[in-house]
């Protein structure tokens, strides 16, 4: 595995990195069987932004005797209430997050401190001239992390995040959907919940490109090292089913890994199946990497799908939304009973949505929640009988 220096932060980081939401799910030697083995082939930047005790304590476990070895991206902004993930800026509750963080992974310093998630340019505002970042500078002071990054997936927010020189490192998503389609927004909330409903024009994908070329430019002259998540989109771009003609895993992550400043891709993998077919970028050779033939050809569509990345959290009625949309998706045309026990197995299902829209406000990706949700209360109506 080659290393890249992470910008101004100076770590050296494998290319290939781990981004944890999936795989902490899991069954307990699952996870341990991805680390052990992930970092046996020389990944070291593990991103974890989870918030709730269990998934702290089973990624404790999986570090065990490791910790010394990892460089760890630990959230700032993410919080547990009630059980369910909470994105917050309040100092009291995140500090207590945050403690709660270094406790349960059983480490005195977190490297790399993420403010997590910080899209719109309000929040970015509130987070970096507020009591949020006191916080973050009184923990780095204090020694409790050692460098100070910033989720994002919006470039306008990036841009503005790197021109305060508070910021050493941004995490940000990329992918050839995202980058060269314009599949999402690239000014914020508002435009993004106003094309909600239609395509975005080719103007729209080539001012996307333009910000987010400008976002990679600054990053570059300022020394910031870039971590790119959901390098497959969520494995959208994986699928059969979304692409005629699918990516493999080893062209999305090359695609992430060139450009400019992106320092580690940190993909989600499931198991240790899927961390090894990442793990295959490694030996993979000039051919294999190639995308642009792909990307060229395009014949596909993204926007609106869901990502399962949970930044729709809380739901006034408890509902797992990126969990509940995952079993509709696979459910699809080949609803199988595990899935029927899956959705079973839930808290809250679809039918308990209330409608608030709360969820779609908050949904980085436009993804029509509601109507996921009614889909799911059809799809899954039968579920009384099991
Ligand atoms: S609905 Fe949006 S925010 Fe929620 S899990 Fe899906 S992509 Fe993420
Ligand atoms: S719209 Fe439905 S799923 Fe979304 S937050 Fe409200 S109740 Fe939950």
Not at 31 to 49: M, P, R
Not at 53 to 70: C, F, I, N, P, T
Not at 208 to 224: D, Q, T
Request: charged share 25%.
């Amino acid at each position: 595995m080659k290393n890249r220096t992470l910008g101004r932060t100076g770590l050296k980081v494998g290319e290939i990195g781990l981004g944890t939401e999936h795989v902490v799910p899991q069954p307990q030697h699952v996870l341990n069987d991805v680390i052990s083995l992930a970092i046996e082939h020389g990944v070291n930047y593990i991103d974890f932004f989870y918030p709730q005790a269990q998934y702290r304590d089973s990624m404790g476990k999986a570090l065990e005797g490791k910790r010394d070895r990892v460089v760890i991206a630990g959230h700032l902004g993410a919080v547990s209430l009630d059980g369910q993930y909470h994105r917050t800026r309040d100092p009291r509750l995140c500090e207590d997050a945050f403690h709660d963080l270094l406790k349960r992974l059983n480490t005195d310093c977190i490297d790399v401190m993420m403010l997590h998630y910080i899209d719109e340019m309000s929040d970015l505002q509130e987070s970096l001239e507020g009591p949020f970042m006191e916080l973050a500078q009184k923990l780095l002071r204090q020694g409790k992390a050692r460098y100070l990054g910033m989720s994002t997936h919006e470039p306008a927010a990036g841009i503005a995040a790197v021109q305060t020189g508070m910021i050493d490192t941004v995490m940000f998503s990329i992918n050839p959907a995202f980058d060269i389609l314009g599949h999402i927004g690239s000014q914020g909330t508002e435009e993004r919940a106003a094309k909600r409903s239609s395509e975005l024009t080719r103007d729209d994908a080539a001012r996307v490109y333009r910000g987010r070329k400008e976002f990679y430019s600054l990053c570059v002259r300022e020394n910031i090292g870039i971590t790119a998540m959901k390098p497959y989109a969520a494995g959208w771009l994986l699928s059969g089913k979304t692409l005629k003609k699918p990516f493999t895993p080893v062209q999305c992550l090359h695609f992430a890994l060139t450009r400019p400043a992106a320092a580690a891709a940190v993909p989600g993998v499931r198991d240790v199946k899927e961390l090894e077919e990442a793990l295959q970028y490694v030996d993979a050779d000039g051919d294999m990497k190639d995308c642009s033939a792909l990307i060229r050809d395009h014949d596909w569509s993204l926007r609106g799908n869901c990502m399962y990345c949970s930044h729709c959290l809380p739901c006034p009625s408890q509902i797992d939304i990126a969990q509940t949309i995952r079993l509709i998706d696979a459910a699809g045309d080949d609803m199988t009973d595990q899935l029927r026990k899956e959705y079973a197995s839930m808290t809250a299902s679809a039918s308990d949505c209330i409608q608030c829209g709360d969820c779609e406000q908050r949904c980085p990706f436009g993804v029509p929640v509601i109507s996921r949700m009614e889909e799911g209360t059809l799809l899954f109506q039968d579920i009384s009988c099991l």
